[in-house]
C-alpha cells in the first residue's frame, strides 16, 4: 500500500497508517466542533476516531496472531480510512486456516463490544438518542455505548459473505474443503462482486459514498485474490529441474573451443547458447547466441571461446520454483538461457523456450 507512514511494530507486524487517515481526523475533527462548539468536544470526537481504529486494529491483529500462530508471515497492518489490511505473505495453504484466520478478527470485536457496553451502562447512558460518532462527546456513557455499537456494526459487516471480506474468507475455506480452492474461490468471488454490486448501488441511491466505495473495494479486491489462488494452484510445485531441457541433452563447449567448432554446433544443432565448461567440470562462463552473432560478423571469429564467452551470468538451482524464481530471474538477467547447477555442477539449462513450453502447459491445465 503506498503513502503510508509507520507508526510503530507490534510482534514483528508493522503497524502503518496511510496518509488519508490523517484527513479523516481533521474532517470528523471539524464536525465535532461544529456539534459541541468547544475544543473538548472537538479532541473527544477525535479521540473516538482513534478509539474505533483501536478497534479495527485489534481486530486485524486477531487475524495475525492466528496467522502467525499456523506459520503465515505477516509482514504488516495497515490502516486505511476504510478500515484495516493484514497483509499474509502467502495465503494459507489449507482451507480450515483460512476459516480460522478469517473468523478470528471478527471474534476480536465480539469480546470488545460487552465490554463497552457494560461499561456504559454501569457509568450510566442516556439512550433516548442513540449516540453517533458527532454526538457521543457528549457523555462517557454515550462514548461507551457508540464504540460498543462500533464493534457491533464491525463484525455483522465484515461477516457478509463478500470477498474479500472475512465472510467471504470464511465462505471460501468452507467451501474449497469440498471443492479444491479454485472452484471455492470462483464461487466466493462471484458471490461477493454480486454483492459488491448490491452495496455499490445501495450506497448510491442511499447518498452513502463511503458504503459505494467500499462496495468498489470489494469488486476489485475480490478479482485480484482470484487471480492470486489461480495462480498458485496451476503453477503449484513446478520447479526449474520440471521443465529445463525435458525435450533434449544441454551441449556444452569447453574455454578451448574455437569459433569455428561453436559455429558447427549451432549450425548442426538446435541450440543457441551454450555453458562454457572446463575439463574437470566445472562452470565458468556462458556463450550466448547474442555473442555468437556478434561474433561472425566481426574479427573476433578468429578467436576462442574463451575470449567471447561472459563470466557474469546467474546461476539457477534446480529446486528453484519455476514461476516465481526460474522465471523472474532468467529475465531479468536478459539472457535467453541460463546454466542449472547443483552443488557448483552443471545439470542442465533453462531456456526461454523451455518456459514458454511450461506456460502452454500451465494454460491447457487453467482451462480444464
Ligand atoms: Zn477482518
Not at 474468507?169 to 466466493?188: H, K, N, Q
Not at 520447479?239 to 529445463?244: E, I, L, Q, T, Y
Not at 532468467?330 to 531456456?351: D, F, H, I, K, Y
Request: hydrophobic residues 50%; contains cysteine; glycine residues 10%.
Amino acid at each position: 500500500m503506498g503513502s503510508a507512514f509507520k507508526i510503530g511494530r507490534i510482534r514483528g507486524i508493522d503497524v502503518k497508517v496511510h496518509w488519508t487517515f490523517f484527513l479523516l481526523l481533521l474532517f470528523f475533527g471539524y464536525l465535532g466542533f461544529q456539534e459541541s462548539q468547544s475544543v473538548t468536544g472537538t479532541l473527544v470526537t477525535v479521540l473516538l476516531v482513534l478509539a474505533l481504529f483501536v478497534c479495527v486494529l485489534l481486530h486485524e491483529f486477531g487475524h495475525s496472531i492466528v496467522a502467525q500462530r499456523l506459520g503465515l508471515e505477516v509482514p504488516d497492518i495497515t490502516l486505511l480510512p476504510i478500515g484495516g489490511v493484514a497483509r499474509l505473505k502467502s495465503l494459507p495453504e489449507k482451507p480450515w486456516d483460512e476459516v480460522k484466520i478469517a473468523v478470528a478478527g471478527p471474534l476480536v470485536n465480539v469480546v470488545l463490544a460487552p465490554i463497552f457496553f457494560t461499561l456504559a451502562f454501569l457509568i450510566g447512558v442516556d439512550l433516548s438518542t442513540i449516540p453517533s460518532l458527532i454526538t457521543a462527546q457528549q457523555s462517557t456513557g454515550g462514548a461507551l455505548f457508540y464504540l460498543g455499537t462500533i464493534n457491533v456494526a464491525l463484525v455483522v459487516f465484515n461477516m457478509i459473505p463478500a470477498f474479500p471480506l472475512d465472510g467471504g474468507r470464511v465462505l471460501r475455506g468452507l467451501l474449497a474443503t469440498r471443492l479444491g480452492a479454485v472452484r471455492a474461490t470462483d464461487i466466493s468471488a462471484a458471490i461477493g462482486q454480486a454483492l459488491a454490486f448490491g452495496l455499490f448501488l445501495l450506497g448510491l441511491l442511499g447518498g452513502q459514498i463511503i458504503l459505494a466505495l467500499i462496495a468498489v473495494f470489494i469488486f476489485f479486491g475480490a478479482s485480484g485474490e482470484t487471480q492470486m489462488v489461480r495462480q498458485r494452484e496451476v503453477t503449484r510445485g513446478m520447479s526449474v529441474a520440471d521443465v529445463m531441457g525435458v525435450r533434449r541433452r544441454t551441449e556444452t563447449v569447453t574455454p578451448y573451443h574455437n569459433f569455428g567448432q561453436v559455429l558447427d554446433l549451432v549450425v548442426h544443432g538446435y541450440q543457441t547458447d551454450f555453458p562454457v565448461v572446463e575439463e574437470d567440470g566445472r562452470l565458468v562462463g556462458m556463450l550466448t547466441r547474442a555473442e555468437i552473432f556478434a561474433a561472425v560478423h566481426s574479427p573476433n571469429q578468429y578467436r576462442g571461446v574463451r575470449d567471447l564467452m561472459r563470466t557474469d551470468f546467474p546461476v539457477l538451482s534446480p529446486e528453484a520454483d519455476l514461476f516465481t524464481d526460474g522465471n523472474r530471474i532468467l529475465q531479468e538477467s536478459g539472457l535467453r538461457a541460463l546454466p542449472v547447477c547443483n552443488g557448483g555442477n552443471l545439470v542442465g539449462m533453462l531456456t526461454v523456450d523451455d518456459i514458454g513450453q511450461a506456460n502452454l502447459l500451465r494454460d491447457l491445465r487453467k482451462s480444464r
